[in-house]
């Protein structure tokens, strides 16, 4: 029998998520930061400085915004996100809609002709996110 994140919190077997305080939410805030700093720089090492832009609106009539937007003449336009707390309860992998809605909006930016690569924090320490998005751009390449 599955039963829902809410109803297993209601019958005690998993604890309440709680509210979170404006500092703690400051400190999530500069934690995934941390992360998207790290691959600024790494985008910066790579050439691509000046072709990308940070915490970017990218679609017309809605609120969307991208960690990373790299736009250039020679391949299509890739948003970069960098998915953090995807292992915290309550995160939005864990039954807040947030998942689907993260997918819904990652299908509507492919059906619109741009890319989307979603890393998580540790692939971006690891060097795998620039190395990938360096992949997608080469494979992308328009003559």
Known sequence: ???????????????KAKPKTAAQRQLAKAEREKYEDALAADLDRAGFRGFYSRQAAFHPGRKWIADFILVGAYHPTLLIEVDGGMWIRGSKSHGSGGYEKDRARDAETLAGGRLVLRVTPRQVIAGLAIEWVKAILKRWARP
């Open 1 to 15: 029998m599955r039963i829902s994140v809410a109803d297993a919190q209601r019958l005690g077997a998993l604890p």
